[in-house]
C-alpha cells in the first residue's frame, strides 16, 4: 500500500495511508450516512486535517464516491465474483447467502452502504443519490445479462423474464440490507435467502 504525502499551507508535510483513509472514511459513512458524516468525523477518523483531505480526495462528495468504490471491490464483496459462478442458481446463491452473511458482519457496520446512503440522503445531496442509483441500477442490468445467458445456454428455462428475475433477486438482497442495518442475525437472514432460493427456476 502506497502512502500520500500533502502539504498543507502551514506546517509540515503530513503522510497517510491512502486504503487505510478510506477504510476509516468508509466506516464513517457506513454509520452515520452520507448527510450524517461530517468532516469533522471524517478527518477524525482518517487521523488527517482537513487540507490533507481536500488535496488526497477533493471534497467530501468525491471522498464518499471514492469510498463506495472501495467498498464495491473489497475481498468480501460478492456480487461480481458471483456472477462469475457456472450456473444461474449458483449465481443467486452466492449473491444472497453472500448478502446475508456479509451484510450481518459484526466486524463492520450492518446493511448496505450503498442502500442505506441513497435512502437517507437529503435533497442537497441529490448528486450522490443519483450516483448511488445508477450504480444499483447497473448491478441490476449487469444480472439480468448473467441471466440472458443462461435463458440461451438452456441453464433457465426458456421464456425466464430475466430482467424481472434480476430485480426480484436485488430487491430481495436490498430487503436484507434493510433488515440487517435493523439488527438481524446472519441465522434469520440465510432464511431468507433460502427461501428466495427455493423459488429460483431450475434449467432445461
Known sequence: MSAVSCTATVGRPRAFDMQTALEKALDVFWTKGYDGASLSDLTSAMGINKPSLYSAFGNKEQLFLKAIEFYENRPCSFFKPALAQPTAYQVAEMMLIGAAKDMSDASHP?????????????????????????????????????FELAV???????????????????????????????G???????EVANMALASFPKGE
Open 152 to 182: 440461451a445456454q438452456k441453464d433457465l428455462p426458456s421464456g425466464t423474464d430475466a430482467a424481472a428475475l434480476s430485480r426480484y433477486l436485488c430487491t430481495v438482497i436490498n430487503g436484507i440490507a434493510i433488515q440487517a442495518s435493523s
Open 110 to 146: 450492518q446493511g448496505c452502504v450503498m442502500v442505506q446512503g441513497a435512502l437517507a440522503c437529503s435533497e442537497a445531496a441529490a448528486g450522490v443519490k443519483e450516483v448511488l442509483i445508477q450504480r444499483r441500477q447497473k448491478s441490476e442490468a449487469d444480472l439480468r445479462e448473467r
Open 184 to 190: 438481524a442475525t446472519e441465522e434469520q437472514l440465510i
